[in-house]
């Protein structure tokens, strides 16, 4: 039977590409947006892949929007075995630059938006006693970089959130988890965060500003490094979502695996820690 996948976050660069695979890995999808009227890049790349996607409205800030959308994929197709957590966005900004405002946005869409998608489907998940949820997180996750702790933040709350429910909501009622962390991608997601860095002030001049300089001096060196296409990363989600036994946590090149390398050699899927958890609680 075709199994069914609703993936947030769909409008522009690895929500694209993550719909488009798998839905060329035949499995029902329903691709969510904010903003239904940025529909049109999906619906080119789906066309140019030759497969069929539905499109729907859904934002994770928005509960009510959130409930709707799950409520109608499950009336229409019976279940929901995948959810696939992509939204998010990214913030460059020191501590004390940052506006309580900016700073709760920032936790709301990447931490609380995974939260309440989560909270939508686990229902359904639990009742079939079946399903998978991918968590698109970021080696930011795992490793605190300068100017982005708020970001970070949020993204270590995906890492310990994906943690916890993976020790006793997969073993009890066969619902997996899966946080993805990737270093840079080439989307539009660097020039979304660049783009809010300028309209909110740019770069200011006081004492943080000459490590600042320092550190966007060095970001084309580090990025040529890094940055993956959305294509490449979407292939990692789609072989977690097909592996009967998927890892806890997956990087997604040798550049994040080396990155986050003091944290994960030990166990770089996650599921040796979720073993001594399940035995020290369970």
């Known amino acids: 039977m075709q199994k069914v996948a609703l993936i947030t976050g769909t409008s522009t660069g690895l929500g694209i590409s993550i719909a488009v695979q798998l839905a060329a890995n035949d499995i029902k999808v329903f691709a969510t947006m904010r903003n239904l009227e940025k529909k049109a890049k999906l619906e080119e790349a789906a066309k140019a892949a030759g497969v069929a996607i539905e499109i729907k409205q859904l934002d994770v800030q928005d509960s009510s929007s959130i409930e709707r959308c799950v409520s109608d994929i499950v009336e229409q197709e019976g279940k929901l075995d995948i959810l696939v957590n992509n939204a998010g966005a990214g913030f460059v900004r020191t501590t004390e630059q940052a506006t309580e405002e900016e700073i709760q946005w920032v936790m709301d869409v990447n931490f609380m938006g995974v939260v309440r998608c989560t909270k939508a489907v686990l229902p359904y998940m639990r009742q079939a006693r079946q399903g998978h949820i991918v968590n698109v997180s970021s080696v930011g996750g795992l490793v605190g970089q300068p100017f982005n702790e ?7 709350a995906v890492e310990g959130y994906t943690e916890s429910m993976a020790s006793y909501v997969q073993p009890s009622f066969n619902i997996n988890f899966t946080v ?3 270093g840079g991608i080439k989307t539009e997601f660097v020039n979304n965060v660049l783009t809010h860095f300028q309209k909110t002030g740019g770069m200011r001049d006081d004492e943080y500003r000459p490590i600042l300089e320092k550190y966007i001096g ?8 890094a940055f993956q296409t959305a294509d490449q990363v979407a292939e990692v989600v789609v072989a977690c979502v097909n592996n009967p036994h998927p890892p806890i946590r997956t990087r997604t090149s040798e550049w994040s695996n080396a990155l986050c390398e003091l944290k994960t050699q030990a166990d770089p899927t996650g599921k040796l820690l979720q073993e001594k958890v399940i035995d020290t609680f369970l």
Do not use: H, M, N
């Open 150 to 156: 708020i970001y970070c933040a949020a993204k270590f």
């Open 180 to 182: 993805v962390e990737p």
């Open 218 to 225: 060095g970001s084309q060196t580090r990025l040529a490094d």
